[in-house]
């Protein structure tokens, strides 16, 4: 199939693209790599007048180490995020996401701003954007704000964004110490959206007791799910105390909105994700424990 007609749109800026959004309201789309919409749009399951193309804004591209934390400008490629070597030292989780998106042909054209605005909530980058604590920037008519990810994954497919606010980027804390990071998840194929998958972060005291935790969920709820309640009960215990599978169980038991479909029933999912809860928590912890 073909998409529906629209009328294309290539602004020089953001505050052009943003000003274009404003204008057109509800009848544009904005388009950055294209990885999701462009499929949907020949499907004919969406359907927008007017795309506005972000390809030509280079002030959206680009990573830079700020203190402690890392900037990357949400047009930048999930194929240049997965090659910086700044990235794979600081923001290591994310570095490691990469390669489980789609194929490589998908990584040089997908940008890591269009995957997270996208939402999916079997996406890797909303789900690591979620676990890390990052802060999501954007621009409108209105000037800059910067929403946290536990405040920006709203429903599925939908952000706390406005209709004329454009992701010109997202910061990631970078995590010091003794710290591991994991990321597992299970798809039926190479290259398709996890049915499953958990992305862990740890920090240990001197002393190998857990210091801070961050355990997020892909694709056990309409968005990315952050277990608060048992990273909570994890700090301040020796991280050889804690029972992996235990771990699993209990953070996907209390999962109330786990997606069935023709793949798999909700308990199957759930069964899925506490393991791979489990497997990621052991090699977090190893990693942490060797630093």
């Known amino acids: 199939m073909k998409p529906a007609a629209f009328e294309y749109h290539a602004p020089a800026t953001a505050a052009e693209a943003v000003a274009l959004l404003a204008d057109l309201g509800d009848e544009a789309k904005i388009i950055a790599g294209g990885q999701s919409l462009v499929p949907m749009l020949a499907l004919r399951l969406a359907v927008f007048d007017h795309l506005v193309d972000l390809r030509k804004l280079e002030e959206l591209r680009g990573i830079e180490t700020r203190g402690d934390t890392v900037w990357i400008g949400a047009g930048t490629t999930h194929a240049a995020v997965g090659r910086d070597a700044g990235i794979r030292r600081d923001v290591p989780l994310l570095h490691r996401a990469t390669p489980l998106i789609g194929h490589f042909q998908i990584r040089n054209r997908g940008t890591l701003g269009g995957a997270i605005a996208h939402a999916d909530a079997a996406g890797e980058y909303p789900a690591v954007a979620l676990t890390l604590d990052a802060q999501m920037h954007t621009l409108s008519p209105r000037g800059q704000r910067t929403i946290p990810a536990a405040e920006y994954f709203t429903g599925m497919w939908t952000t706390?964004?406005?209709?004329?606010?454009?992701?010109?980027?997202?910061?990631?804390?970078?995590?010091?110490?003794?710290?591991?990071?994991?990321?597992?998840?299970?798809?039926?194929?190479?290259?398709?959206?996890?049915?499953?998958?958990?992305?862990?972060?740890?920090?240990?005291?001197?002393?190998?007791?857990?210091?801070?935790?961050?355990?997020?969920?892909?694709?056990?709820?309409?968005?990315?799910?952050?277990?608060?309640?048992?990273?909570?009960?994890?700090?301040?215990?020796?991280?050889?105390?804690?029972?992996?599978?235990?771990?699993?169980?209990?953070?996907?038991?209390?999962?109330?909105?786990?997606?069935?479909?023709?793949?798999?029933?909700?308990?199957?999912?759930?069964?899925?994700?506490?393991?791979?809860?489990?497997?990621?928590w052991h090699r977090a912890v190893e990693e942490a424990s060797n630093d």
């Open 160 to 280: 706390a964004m406005e209709y004329d606010e454009l992701l010109t980027g997202v910061t990631f804390p970078v995590w010091r110490g003794r710290t591991g990071f994991a990321i597992e998840e299970f798809a039926r194929r190479a290259g398709d959206f996890a049915m499953a998958g958990a992305v862990v972060a740890v920090r240990l005291d001197a002393d190998s007791r857990i210091e801070r935790a961050a355990l997020g969920l892909i694709g056990l709820a309409p968005t990315p799910v952050r277990a608060t309640a048992a990273e909570a009960e994890l700090i301040g215990r020796p991280a050889a105390t804690v029972d992996a599978a235990e771990l699993g169980r209990a953070v996907t038991a209390g999962l109330n909105s786990v997606p069935a479909d023709i793949h798999g029933s909700a308990d199957y999912r759930r069964r899925i994700g506490a393991v791979m809860v489990a497997r990621a």
